[in-house]
């Protein structure tokens, strides 16, 4: 069974963060070990608050599980603070491994879910990863326009056209490629994202390459989302990662 470390926020509704990648690893026939970044308390409409952890315990829990385990893939979710963002950026210079990181930077809701001063760090970060996986807006933020010169390779999320869920994949050559899904409704659900960057994070730890691992990991999601159009769990529709 494949390996898979997540450094990820935690999400008190289980929709989304670290809850909503365990659930994407066991769906997937992968291990999960976890190092905790942060609590949200959030519904599946709007963000409430957010509290960072210390980073000196974000690197215990990092140290603690390099003793015990070799990953074969890591999965960087919310991050927030520059100090945890050196903390990771360390770790990972001790790591030969698949590097997935979403740089989670605003909630559907329109929270900022990462400091104005900590953009440049992400960034830095992104040149230890494989890939990473903006949507729009966190694209826009990291970004603009300008996909030249990149840390690495970028995946976004998502474009909607007529009937289809499109992400581009922008690769450091300056090359480009379309990925497509059937678009199904609702067209937004809380978990997605994080589902998807561990999705990736699974098949490329099972050695698929990044083109195979994005466009498996998308039809997961197409997958999931279609089984839970009849799952209300919550206030709104949730993300299902329940037994096959």
């Known amino acids: 069974m494949k390996k898979i470390l997540i450094i990820a926020g935690s999400c008190n509704s289980g929709t989304a963060?670290?809850?909503?990648?365990?659930?994407?690893?066991?769906?997937?026939?992968?291990?999960?070990?976890?190092a905790v970044t942060s609590l949200v308390a959030e519904t599946t409409d709007a963000v409430k608050s957010v509290v960072c952890l210390e980073p000196s315990f974000v690197k215990d829990q990092l140290c603690t599980l390099a003793e015990e385990f070799s990953f074969d893939a890591i999965k960087i979710g919310m991050l927030f603070s520059e100090e945890i963002?050196?903390?990771v950026r360390e770790f990972l210079l001790t790591q030969n491994t698949k590097v997935v990181l979403d740089p989670v930077c605003v909630s559907k809701s329109g929270h900022k879910l990462i400091k104005d001063s900590a953009v440049a760090k992400l960034k830095e970060l992104m040149s230890l990863a494989t890939v990473t996986t903006p949507n729009l807006d966190e694209a826009?933020?990291?970004?603009?326009?300008?996909?030249?010169?990149?840390?690495?390779?970028?995946?976004?999320?998502?474009?909607?056209?007529?009937?289809?869920?499109?992400d581009?994949?922008?690769?450091?050559?300056?090359?480009?490629?379309?990925?497509?899904?059937?678009l199904v409704n609702p067209l937004v659900m809380s978990g997605t994202g994080c589902s998807f960057?561990?999705?990736?994070?699974?098949?490329?730890?099972?050695?698929?390459?990044?083109?195979?691992?994005?466009?498996?990991?998308?039809?997961?999601?197409?997958?999931?989302?279609?089984?839970?159009?009849?799952?209300k769990l919550g206030k709104n529709r949730l993300l299902w990662h329940g037994a096959k």
């Open 85 to 87: 963002m050196e903390v």
């Open 17 to 34: 963060g670290l809850q909503a990648d365990i659930k994407t690893c066991a769906r997937l026939n992968c291990y999960s070990a976890t």
């Open 140 to 166: 826009n933020v990291l970004f603009g326009d300008d996909y030249k010169d990149l840390p690495c390779d970028v995946i976004v999320k998502k474009h909607i056209s007529e009937d289809s869920s499109i």
């Open 168 to 182: 581009t994949l922008y690769k450091k050559d300056g090359s480009l490629r379309n990925f497509k899904t059937p």
């Open 197 to 231: 960057s561990t999705a990736l994070a699974c098949f490329l730890a099972k050695g698929k390459s990044l083109e195979e691992s994005i466009q498996l990991s998308k039809e997961y999601i197409c997958s999931i989302i279609k089984e839970s159009i009849d799952t």
